[in-house]
């Protein structure tokens, strides 16, 4: 029983032993005002009796008619005549009942009166003695009237001081439930501050937890903005603030193996040449802020999207990878972007002519990182020597003629009526080797050859249908659920969340798995989710109502929305797999992941590793405390396992 229903108790317990306690007294004082009352009466009409009876003829007749009047026009039970050696003359006797009172009434208050006595004379000489006794019926009717009336007020007193007291309690206990619920937000990431409570007692514990709640809002404001310090300096270049070297080829490493992003696309470097020239003349602190100028420059001029990266990759040389993009509109930004450098005023003399060297190299999925590198160097030497933009073209992303969009729209609305897709998993492992969940992406089989979900996701996003791929994959994988014991996870793109009916018919498909859907995690990626986290929290609702999970992959951007996605009941993160690259050699990504990993572990989020690919990364990410890996090692594990 909680504090507040005993003192509740206590209260109305405490007021009905003070309202009994009256009632009980008043029902006694009432009683003895009636034993007065009765006695009264009967020593009255005793005294008048007798004194009829002195001054008549002292006949036995006579005396019985003045009796019979007196006994028949009052509220008598007995009246008695003796004489002087106490033999009874005349008795008059009628039974003493009470209409309408209960018998217990009588039994528990009996009225205890004194009969009433007078002497009868004849001059000087005794004649005999009259007993006079009242009725003590019509007394017991007007005290059950009473018991009922204040019977009846005292409840109604009772009633009232038990809701005022309910009420009062509700007061209280409103800014206390408050309190509580602030306590539970905190502990949820949510750090609400309360208006405080009227109650003087509870106004120093809300102020105490709104300073807590300010407190831990900072706390985390603090770590949040450490953590993207550390994944600063780690993969940005401190001069201008763009991706460095390592960070990059990271980039260019997951694009190569990630199958969820385009299978191909195109890389571009832009040399600025000369910059010892540039140093002699402007001086280094200059030509460093000139560098960040042209980073500046570049990152306007490319209008940067998500899965755009621009990184300087050391001295004068710029980097620019954009998976899904043709090599003839690489070409064509490329050139925007030197001619946007090339306007840049150098404010030097005319002595010192800026160089600009560039190349452009597509590449596929198929490919290495290093052959991609090896051409994008080869091409820029081409360029240094030719002048101008090299473009070197690669082989074709996609393993069928590319269709237009009207083919693309054809294809993909006759694959989903004819059900024509299907799942392909990746193992999830914990740090043992253990088997978390299999994550599956969408494929569409077609024309002898398998595309998969970058190669058509693109074009379904163009034409309207990527929210029905989404429910595809979903579909398929409630019937793995119902076919296997394994978890399962399916990816879901972030624009499908907010696209009208798509979460009416997830809420559908997880019914029709039923208790299965505990066993199913939807993963929604990081990089197309905006500020807000727009659609999570109507996810999360339909999610919870059948037990499913949900995950963040791709994580790495965000990190100060860490609190708000644990408020949204997030289940586990996968860590962006740019931060996996070379984990055991590189000193600062190991303190960004250790950082999140210390974060996200206070906020009871388990965080995953993207793109493992060797057993030293394994083993990098174990030791900062990463609780499973996905990606080539994963898979190798499993199947030497």
Known sequence: MSLLRRLWVSVVVAMGVVLAGSFGVSLLTARGYFEQQL???????????????SQQSKDVATLELLIAALFDGGHFRMIRFTDPAGKVLIERVQP??????PDWLPALLPLNARPGQALVSDGWRQVGQVTVEAAHGYAHRSLWRGCLQLGSLMLAIGLFWAVAVSMLMGWVRRPLDEMAEQAEAIGGGQFRVLEEPRVLELRSMARALNRMSERVRTLFAEQAGRIESLRDEGSHDAGTGLLNRAAFNGELRRVLSDPDVPPGGCIAVLRIADLAGLNQKLGRVRTDEWLASVASTLQRSLEAGDDMALGRLGGAEFGVLVPGLGLGEGRALLERACGAVAALDLKIDDTLR??????????RRDDTPGDVLARVDSALMRAEVEGGIVAEPGGSPLPIPAPGEGGWREMLEGALARHDFALAGYPVLDREGRLVHREYMLRLPVEGAVLTAGQFMPAAVRVGLAAACDLEAIRLGVDLLAASAEPVAINVAPRSLTEAGFLDKLDMLLAIAGPNAARLSIEVSERGLDASLAGLESLVEVLSRHGAHLGIEHFGRQLAALPRLY????????????????LHENEGHRRLVKAIVDVARGLEVVVYAEQVHCAE????????GVGGMTGPEASRRQLAG
């Open 617 to 624: 990364e394994w083993a990098a990410a174990s030791l900062l």
């Open 567 to 582: 408020a949204l009941r997030l289940a586990y993160l996968k860590l962006d797999g740019s931060f996996v690259v070379a």
């Open 96 to 101: 003493d009942v009470a209409d309408g009172v």
């Open 39 to 53: 006695s009264a009466q009967a020593g009255d009409g005793a005294v008048s009796l007798a004194l009829s009876m």
């Open 354 to 363: 800026l160089k600009l060297d560039a190349a452009a190299v597509a590449y």
